[in-house]
């Protein structure tokens, strides 16, 4: 099993910034390409981002093109996703995840095996 501890959600602002982390254990973490996601109540979980294995290849909701960015730091175990230029329509509950084979579309939610507990990002007008 691996365990994903997400951090750094919060009260922003519209156009401030937040950097959620997201720090797994009980895995070799670089084995795994990790995804961002993010829920509002009544609706499904929507993809945000993914990044691979090496950090060599990432993908964004077009929603979130030019003002997130997503970053991993192996030695840390911790993957990162920078907000910034936030919107209203950006607060939901951030979850990270974990897949080891990614046999699925990167973009899908059952393309992971692993996921953490959420963040809550509340962006006010």
């Known amino acids: 099993q691996m365990q994903l501890v997400e951090s750094g959600g919060g009260l922003v602002q519209a156009g401030g910034s937040l950097r959620l982390s997201c720090t797994a254990s009980g895995r070799t973490f670089s084995d795994h390409a990790m995804g961002w996601f993010r829920q509002v109540p009544g609706k499904e979980r929507e993809f945000v981002s993914t990044?691979?294995?090496?950090?060599?290849?990432?993908e964004y909701k077009d929603a979130v093109k030019g003002r997130f960015t997503i970053s991993r730091d192996n030695a840390k175990n911790t993957v990162y996703l920078e907000m910034n230029n936030l919107k209203p329509e950006d607060t939901a509950v951030y979850y990270c995840?974990?897949?080891?084979?990614?046999?699925?579309?990167?973009?899908?939610?059952?393309?992971?095996?692993?996921w953490g507990q959420g963040t809550q990002v509340t962006v006010s007008s």
């Open positions: 995840a974990a897949s080891r084979l990614l046999i699925r579309p990167a973009t899908t939610i059952s393309a992971y095996d692993y």
């Open positions: 990044i691979r294995w090496g950090a060599t290849s990432t």
